[in-house]
């Protein structure tokens, strides 16, 4: 059975920091990009942050460059979100998902039609 299951969310204070985990299973995970999305109340959900199969081509929102840094351990079956300088604006559901990619260096895009998708874990940032 096809799994992501995400940890790591919580309550963290302004400037804080977070590690997000997406713990893949039932699935080859270096065969597939992963990207990280969220979803605030009452907002549409947004691409995050996106890794290519290769882990060599990563891409992120503007309002979390140079802080949030995604990364990927294929033997762990486990991508990471390092999430620094949090601010109230990241508070949101965030989610993981995966998608099949043919080469294994192609970009990865932070919207379009991911296949899988993990359930959300909570991130709140507030003092």
């Known amino acids: 059975q096809l799994q992501l299951v995400e940890s790591g969310g919580g309550l963290v204070q302004p400037g804080g920091s977070l590690r997000l985990s997406c713990a893949t299973s039932?699935?080859?995970?270096?065969?597939?990009?992963i990207g990280w999305f969220r979803q605030a109340p009452g907002k549409e959900r947004e691409g995050v942050s996106c890794?290519?199969?290769?882990?060599?081509?990563?891409n992120y929102a503007d309002s979390v460059k140079g802080r949030f840094t995604i990364t990927r351990d294929n033997a762990k079956n486990t991508v990471y979100l390092q999430m620094n300088s949090l601010k109230p604006e990241d508070t949101a559901v965030y989610y993981c998902?995966?998608?099949?990619?043919?080469?294994?260096?192609?970009?990865?895009?932070?919207?379009?039609?991911?296949?899988?998708w993990g359930q959300g874990t909570q991130v709140t940032v507030s003092s």
């Open positions: 039932g699935f080859a995970l270096d065969y597939y990009a």
């Open positions: 890794i290519s199969r290769s882990g060599g081509y990563t």
């Open positions: 998902a995966a998608l099949g990619v043919l080469l294994f260096n192609s970009a990865c895009a932070l919207s379009g039609e991911y296949d899988y």
